[in-house]
């Protein structure tokens, strides 16, 4: 089963979108803040994650983003497909990380911060499996979709 690292800070948005991809057929990890991010991406180890851009530690107070988590990862996160949410437009988050492009991210805009599309995200975590996992064709080899 392919098991995805949902990282999101909002209750209600991590509730509807973890229960839309379980339903979807995946194994759903979730973390609300990045330290438990990284503590299930190293007993885990992830197929893929989706990235909330901001998170607001709900103890301390102190905003953070997901770039720091990418960061803290390094070389671990090899291979691994990564969709990170925002309601921030990507020119700001990159206005914001100038080495926002090395990560190699797919970005999906999110209606408001207080709402998401949970259907939009499943078929975009579907299409990104899809192009980064080799298929078994009928004589014997692989090949990508």
Do not use: C, W
């Amino acid at each position: 089963m392919t098991t995805i690292l949902y990282v999101e800070d909002r209750p209600s948005i991590l509730n509807i979108v973890a229960e839309k991809l379980e339903l979807a057929g995946y194994d759903v990890l979730t973390a609300t803040n990045i330290e438990d991010a990284v503590r299930l991406f190293k007993s885990d180890r992830p197929d893929i994650m989706v990235l909330d851009y901001r998170l607001m530690d709900n103890v301390t107070g102190i905003k953070s983003d997901t770039i720091q988590f990418l960061k803290k990862l390094g070389d671990a996160r090899a291979n691994i497909p990564a969709l990170m949410l925002s309601a921030t437009p990507l020119h700001v988050i990159k206005a914001e990380n100038p080495d926002f492009d090395k990560f190699n991210l797919e970005f999906m805009t999110k209606k408001n911060k207080f709402e998401v599309d949970s259907m939009v995200i499943v078929d975009k975590i579907r299409d990104m499996l899809r192009a980064t996992r080799p298929i078994i064709n009928s004589a014997g080899g692989s090949k990508s979709l």
